[in-house]
């Protein structure tokens, strides 16, 4: 059964909460010192996004765990302006220019996928897994 | 990554039991591997931290979320390094791409340097970068010999795909190539209709006509091109009134002539040639014109190699655009 809990956005020391939430599970489900580091990392820039691109968001953790392989999903959501091109942001060097979805392939390569959801005007949703070796 | 922290641990103990340059220089091919690999800068501090672990396992303990810290900020220096890699391979992958367009431009864009009996012709037209903006289109006919020098502006790829318009333009023109009214004002609604309204394209556009001995002349917004009278030993400036092409769709444009008498010249460029990047104390038409006064008994290919050659050297090997320039002269 998956587990849920979350981490709402709202101001910069929720980033921080959101990081906390993401390493005690990642912790707890045994991933090793490097893979917790780059889950929290990626947690950090998604929520990040949300506190300076959207203002308000939300991050959900979920624990995975399908035909015995276990993993985390995480799921940062907001009701912001939303990516036009989605595509163009996953594109290495758009960061560069700053605004939304600065850092996603970033955060991609930190991960094992990403899935991005978003509609112009009515905001965004990134889901993001990494399981457990 | 086990095998990797075998090798590693075992680097790290030689080292510490015999500080020489032989165990730094096995370790410096071992970080050639990890970078062969694609290991993380993360994955490295965790494969030196385990080592130290099992090497000084009393010792570790303090030092221990020394190491963890250090991991978690390298988690963010490797993005950044990883984004890095990525963008220097796509800026090879762009590199190859321009240098096929270039070759694509070069085959599809080639013309010959017409011979005749009555004019002799020469011509070089280098890019500053991959792609040339410059474009030179020579149309060989019983009646005439045409030449058309063009600058986009606006340089490089989009420049470039304007070319074969004006190549194709021009072919289709065949039948009216000694009226230089008449191929401007066309291409003039070549351009003006087929392509985007911050691109221009100037244009000179000359035909030698041997039956009447002259040359007829007309240009689109261009630099004047160059007469030499032989006779008189003086360059001219052949200056013809018209705009751009592309900017008003029913411009018209002036016929000019002159009439060439033996070792007459006429010398087109573009602004390549004559724009200099000093200050503006130079008469630089003045400085081209007796670069070319100096070699003007050789053939019109040499001039134009001459011309290159020396002012490449002036501009210290730094050209900052496209340089073409075509000679004719007469027998």
Redesign the interface.
Known sequence: MAKQTSVEIVTEWDIVAARQLGRNEAKALGFGTVDQARITTAISELARNIYLYARVGRIDIERLDEDGKQGILIVASDKGAGIEDVRKVLEDGYSTSGGLGAGLPGVKRLMDSMDIVSKSGEGTTITITKWLR | MEELEREYHKILSDYIKDQNERNLYIGQNFVRQLIRRNVAP??VV?LH?EAVEEIFPEEIEGLRTAY?FL??M???YG??L??HQ??IQ?QAELQIEMNIAANVQKTMLQTTIPTSEQVEIGMVSTPLKTVNGDYVHFIEDDRYVGVAVTDVVGKGVPAALCMSMVKYGLETMRDSGHTPSRVLSVLNRIVEQNVDDSMFISMFYGCYVPRANKFYYGSAGHEPAFLYRAQEDKFYDLEANGILLGIIPTAEYIDNEVVLHKDDMVIVVTDGVTEFRQGDDIDERGVVASLINDVKHLAPQQICEYLYRELEELHEFNLRDDFTVVVIKKR
Do not use: C, G, N, T
């Open positions: 993360e994955d965790s931290k963890d991991i978690e390298m988690v963010h993005m950044a990883r984004e990525s963008l796509k």
